[in-house]
């Protein structure tokens, strides 16, 4: 409870609220001039600003973590091992923040092997023992166990930092129906999803406040495990230890050895000529003027939606969604036609599934929404089922998962024009937002009501309903094609829109794939991988782990006395390439029988993975990334179809499983030939290249003779390959020394080489050298078709991002062409083989390979029609060459 007569100490864990302002704010509306991104920085001290005004601590601290390790991970080595590595945007705001808070007289707190609720806790139980009153301001749950009565947590909301909801003891009674202090038991018993803690299976947060309850606590539950019935009991029982170190992990420590005294953290005047340079070099003049005005006495403003220092001054208050009506009949078919006429670019639309089919569905102009609950057969629902199989347009957010549901659901859909989520990731493709929540916040200022997946209960309202999430969709289309430039616009209408609906298709097909022959495939590559490491045991005298780079760093540089490889964290490297490396430097038959060993057991991965993806079907239903890629690559997914060795054995005795199904006749691969090479060509417009395209003579033959100053016919196999390792590696920014190493040649060969190259064929050297430093002057490339992504970093201080992103820039545009030529050509043979009224169907896409399965009698027809559709998906100054193939099987079908 709060007491005015008592000092107030407020304490602020920094690595939590700096992520969270972090992916609260935009990267690249948070970017000083010399390339640093601040959006980090100028979220945590907006918020802390309004924390100083709003709560007048007199004493303050902000703790950080010191690292990714502490006693907990040595505890428990997976904790918090599900968090990826920190984004690069994020790394180096931290230590800047530091240096501000210190700037502005603000206490900054670390200790070696703890976490910073740690240190919230220890200073929250001395200045309770100390007569404060004490403020922790924090977005971990576990500091939850840390309220009481003369302790007060502030909760930021799901993504953002500017408001905060204040959890005194009654709160969190309110919110969890149990004490603070019981917070971790429950929090034991169903884990914690954000610091990789699984918990019991099957038990959620209402199972744990009953268990709580009944027997008071954790130690109380385990002892009375027994009588505890049904599937749940059962599970207690068999991962009690997974409670016992959830709860032993979750505990804070309250005694962390701190060199200061609360007396030590006494709020200080802010200095502002301290504050001044460094706020200067952020470029934060609004925020500096909200110091100013602290200092002088006057309140600090709320902070806006859209911060001063962003994109936006002030935000207007957010919009309400309307409320949903429920219609059917006349009703809902008058409520479309007023909707289609108010909305002639095209209305919300969300659906609600359930088990994969559609169970209701959610309408919205920008004025109304309405309910559609479905039910098959229904002739009320008939206006509705018209409007989808219309042309009618539709707005809908990650919609190819809801095309599927359609059609499972015996539902004909036409008339997508705009996925905000594709639009989205086309405006920024490489810091995209990943969620409708994400656009909203973005591009609405808004906050979409949404609850925290992280967490055991959601703290501020329920999720929105599917009216909701179709008014967003509606709401957010104008604003992120307001975004695009004109190209990318081109992009989205013509490449990426008709294609949701191709690889929505394509996902329901699957392929068949037999189980026999993965199966028998995976026992030998099982018993090859044994023998190769009883070989490798046998080389070194003894048995280790042959996946374990700790043992491997034993064997190979202390056992075997071999040359170190790079330094890392933990050692030495022992990954693929440095041992590929030290195999070809030093030689020894230990290091090739772990090379063979590693390449046994990771295409056994794949072939299991493989066969467990096959449904009972008997075929296999890859799911397609259409958004991730920067460069606009797909991605296949549960399973990977794009990992499977091509010009290996084995690979090719893993595509001899995949076949036509037992209705069509055969298997039909159709492969651009040298797409990047052809794209090289018509954007360098190098005469040399254009005339051995233009020709049809073999390329890298036809290069070689001009590099190698020697006829055609005297081009040897070897020439061949270096000047092929040339063509392709200049086009990913290789050097000199990587392609002296790639072909096994010392540096000068392969300076001359490059030398000699060039000189043949100066427009490949006048464009490579130009795209970087256009993109440089424009801060993004653009592909053939107007595909664009951005590169900040070409003109960061730092040397690293700088480097990788003018490597990233070079090929950009030649790898987004190609995505953009492959997408294209599947969109115009998938309308051109329902045109033609043809059974055959496109059931797979591998990088530049697109497969088919033909029905009997189409066999003729389905080429024509694939190789003109591919042939002709684009106008460039060269032919695109496509290659067909046909056979039982793929391999069978290769070409």
């Known amino acids: 409870m709060s007491d005015p007569q008592k000092p107030t100490l407020l304490v602020v864990d920094g690595h939590s609220l700096a992520f969270r302002a972090f992916y609260a704010l935009p990267v690249d509306s948070f970017t000083t001039r010399d390339g640093q991104h601040t959006n980090a920085i100028h979220g945590f001290l907006s918020m802390l600003l309004l924390l100083l005004a709003n709560e007048k601590p007199t004493h303050l601290a902000v703790a950080f973590d010191k690292s990714r390790v502490s006693f907990r991970t040595r505890e428990y080595e997976e904790y918090k091992g599900n968090r990826g590595e920190t984004p690069p945007e994020f790394k180096g705001q931290v230590p800047i923040l530091q240096e501000a808070l210190q700037a502005m007289g603000i206490t900054v707190l670390e200790k070696e092997d703890f976490e910073a609720d740690d240190l919230l806790a220890t200073l929250a139980t001395r200045g309770e023992a100390e007569g404060y009153q004490v403020l922790l301001v924090s977005g971990d749950r576990d500091t939850i166990q840390l309220v009481d009565d003369d302790v007060t947590l502030l909760y930021p909301n799901t993504q953002g930092v500017s408001q905060l909801k204040r959890y005194d003891t009654a709160a969190v009674i309110e919110r969890y129906g149990i004490r603070p202090e019981q917070y971790p038991d429950v929090a034991a018993l169903v884990g914690e999803t954000s610091d990789n803690l699984p918990g019991i299976p099957k038990v959620g947060e209402k199972t744990a406040v009953k268990w709580l309850g009944l027997y008071g606590d954790l130690d109380g539950i385990l002892a009375h495990a027994d009588e505890i019935k049904g599937v749940v009991g059962q599970n207690l029982r068999d991962h009690r ?204 200022g808004e906050e979409l009501p949404e609850g925290d997946p992280a967490q055991l209960v959601p703290l501020e309202g329920e999720a929105a309903g599917t009216p909701e999430l179709a008014w967003y969709s509606l709401r957010l289309a104008p604003a992120v094609l307001a975004a695009m430039s004109d190209g990318t616009r081109q992009v989205l209408a013509d490449i990426e829109i008709p294609l949701v609906p191709v690889l929505a298709a394509m996902e329901l097909r699957g392929v068949t794939v037999e189980h026999a022959r993965l199966a028998e495939l995976s026992a030998e590559l099982g018993e090859r991988a044994a023998g190769l490491a009883a070989a490798a045991f046998a080389e070194i005298g003894r048995e280790v782990n042959l996946g374990s780079p700790k043992q491997l760093q034993e064997v190979l540089f202390d056992q075997l006395g071999m040359p170190k490889t790079r330094a890392t964290k933990t050692g030495y490297s022992t990954d693929a390439s440095a041992l590929a490396d030290l195999q070809d430097s030093n030689p020894h038959p230990f290091l090739g029988l772990l090379l063979e060993h590693r390449d046994a057991t990771k295409l056994r991965q794949i072939v299991d993975a493989l066969d467990k993806a096959i449904g009972s079907d008997g075929r296999i239903h890859t799911t397609y990334g259409q958004i991730g890629a920067a460069t606009g690559r797909m991605s296949s997914n549960d399973p990977n179809l794009q990992n499977i060795p091509i010009r290996t054995e084995d690979g090719r005795r893993i595509r001899e499983a995949f076949r036509h199904g037992p209705d069509y006749a055969e298997l039909l691969t159709a492969d651009y030939s040298q797409i990047e090479m052809r794209i090289m060509a018509h954007l360098s417009g190098d005469p040399g290249l254009i005339e051995a395209f233009n020709a049809g003579e073999d390329l890298h033959r036809f290069v070689g003779a001009r590099v190698f100053s020697v006829d055609p016919a005297d081009v040897t196999p070897l020439m061949r390959t270096k000047v092929k390792a040339m063509s392709y590696g200049l086009a990913y920014g290789l050097s000199a020394f990587g392609l002296s190493k790639q072909l096994r040649i010392d540096r000068a060969e392969a300076t001359q080489l490059m030398k000699d190259y060039f000189e043949r064929f100066g427009a490949v050297r006048d464009y490579l050298r130009g795209v970087v430093e256009q993109a440089r002057i424009d801060g993004y490339t653009e592909t053939i078709f107007g595909r664009r992504r951005p590169f900040p970093d070409l003109n960061s201080p730092n040397r690293v991002l700088r480097e990788n992103a003018e490597r990233a820039a070079l090929n950009s545009p030649i790898q987004g062409s190609a995505a953009d030529l492959i997408k294209l050509a599947m969109s115009q043979t998938e309308q051109a083989l329902s045109e033609a009224g043809l059974r055959s169907r496109m059931l797979l896409q591998v990088h530049d390979e697109l497969i088919f399965e033909v029905a009997p009698g189409e066999s003729d027809e389905v080429e024509r029609i694939v190789r003109d559709r591919m042939a002709h998906a684009a106008d460039l100054l060269v032919p695109l060459d496509v290659q067909i193939g046909r056979g039982a099987s793929w391999d069978d079908a290769a070409h």
């Not at 007396?263 to 070099?281: N, Q, S």
């Not at 909200?290 to 994109?311: M, N």
């Not at 002030?314 to 219609?327: D, I, M, Q, V």
């Open 241 to 444: 230890e997974h409670a016992i170190r959830n709860r032993k992990l979750n505990r804070l420590v309250r005694d962390v050895p701190l060199e200061v005294e609360l007396a030590d953290l006494e709020a200080k005047p802010i200095d502002l000529e301290a504050v001044r340079p460094v706020f200067a070099r952020l470029e934060f003049r609004t925020l500096l003027d909200r110091i100013t005005k602290l200092v002088q006495g006057a309140d600090a403003p709320a902070a806006p939606a859209v911060p001063a220092d962003g994109p936006s001054a002030e935000a207007a208050p957010a919009p309400a969604a309307p409320t949903a009506a429920r219609l059917a009949g006349d009703e809902l078919a008058a409520w479309l036609a007023r909707a289609i006429e108010a909305e002639p670019a095209g209305l919300g639309l969300h659906l609600e599934l359930l088990d994969g089919k559609v169970i209701g569905a959610g309408v919205a102009t920008r004025t109304e929404t309405i309910d559609v609950q479905w039910q098959p057969g229904r002739d009320e629902l008939a206006p509705f089922e018209a409007w989808l199989a219309s042309t009618s347009p539709k707005i809908i957010t990650d919609a190819k998962g809801q095309l599927k549901a359609l059609e499972r659901s015996g539902l004909a859909f036409d008339g997508l024009v705009v996925d905000p989520l594709l639009a989205g990731w086309l405006v920024r493709p490489n810091l995209q937002e990943k969620t409708l929540a994400d656009l909203v916040r973005r591009y609405l």
